[in-house]
């Protein structure tokens, strides 16, 4: 049941490890320019938080050699063009992946913006980190005739790239988002041109790797950008009917808890809310009312193995009685996507229906 990160381990913060990290031989610290001394502060406090100072120096030296390579460049906001990679950096520290993809982060523009070539990261960086800077330049000049190609040829080009390095993809991925996060600038049919994409792209990208929080965003972002007014209402009408849910959430999330214990069963048990995409993807396809589907207590739980996966599900549906016709069992038959997890929707108390996931 393993995503491709799983293979690498199942969260990011064990990702250094699993790669089998080395240091290079340290070199002088070389400092950021003072406009973007504030955000490579806060960049590399993370930094220090995980890696040793050896790498740190090395992401220092590629920053250095990224400013340089776009000096006199500058973003749409105005800003210089370096801030780019630093933020997508940022993102891949905030994952604490390792000090090479921080460090393809950091030069992902330069052989496509620049006059630096491969061979010059090579000389400069490893072989290392230029095979990883010119996947994800690949992958950026990729193009296509029509909508159905590009969505096909590129999740191809995506899986492939993967399959030599999936930090190839993590690097573009953090590279989609910030530029998601930063789309103010833009003429409004390039911003819903990109937030298109990334909807029909990249989001389900993130969801094959597992990647549930970039994913959310992902959703959220292309949401406010397509249909600005209605994820205001959606927003709007969320906050008001959160006071009314936390409680119950708790009491429900209690009651799963304290079942589970008394089964020997070691679960994980999240009560999550609903994201804006994620509503007005629901109100769409299934026809029903904000009030509807606000009305669906949404649980997941993360159990150690497919066993206690099947044995929850039994043990959730003698707790409370399961909606006939709501049980999806996707570990059995996994979606498209390799995503697998059990689905069922209780009724909960006072008939409140309850939606649940079961998974590793």
């Known amino acids: ?200 792209i990249y989001a389900p990208i993130a969801t094959r790797l597992g990647m549930n929080e970039v994913r959310i965003e992902f959703e959220d972002l292309g949401l406010r950008t397509l249909y600005p007014m209605r994820a205001r209402r959606l927003e709007a009408a969320r906050e008001a009917a959160r006071g009314r849910r936390k409680q119950l959430i708790e009491h429900v999330n209690e009651q799963l808890e304290q079942a589970l214990s008394s089964e020997g069963i070691e679960g994980l048990v999240i009560g999550r809310e609903k994201h804006l995409y994620s509503i007005y993807s629901k109100m769409r396809e299934k026809r029903k009312s904000f009030s509807d589907i606000m009305d669906i207590f949404a649980f997941r739980i993360i159990c150690d193995d497919v066993d206690a996966c099947y044995r929850t599900l039994g043990i959730v549906h003698s707790l409370y009685k399961p909606v006939p016709g709501e049980f999806k069992d996707y570990i059995a038959i996994p979606k498209a996507n390799g995503y697998q997890s059990l689905h069922t929707v209780l009724k909960g108390m006072h008939g409140v229906p309850i939606e649940i996931q079961i998974r590793t």
């Open 1 to 200: 049941m393993s995503t491709p990160l799983q293979v690498l381990g199942a969260s990011f913060n064990d990702v250094t490890r699993r790669l089998g990290l080395y240091t290079t031989t340290s070199r002088p610290q070389l400092l950021p320019s003072h406009n973007q001394r504030q955000s490579f502060t806060g960049f590399e406090d993370i930094l220090t938080s995980y890696l040793p100072p050896a790498q740190i120096r090395e992401i220092k030296r590629a920053y250095f050699y990224a400013e340089q390579a776009h000096y006199g460049q500058a973003r749409r906001t105005g800003e210089p063009y370096v801030t780019h990679p630093l933020a997508v950096a940022t993102v891949l520290a905030t994952m604490h992946m390792d000090h090479e993809s921080i460090m393809a982060a950091l030069l992902h523009d330069v052989i496509e913006d620049t006059g630096v070539t491969k061979e010059d990261i090579r000389t400069q960086f490893g072989e290392e980190v230029a095979d990883l800077v010119d996947g994800v330049s690949k992958l950026t000049q990729v193009d296509f005739d029509s909508a159905e190609q590009k969505q096909a040829e590129n999740f191809q080009k995506m899986t492939l790239a993967m399959a030599r390095d999936i930090r190839v993809i993590l690097v573009k991925l953090a590279d989609r988002l910030h530029n998601m996060r930063t789309l103010g600038a833009l003429k409004p049919e390039a911003k819903k041109r990109i937030a298109k994409e990334t909807l029909d």
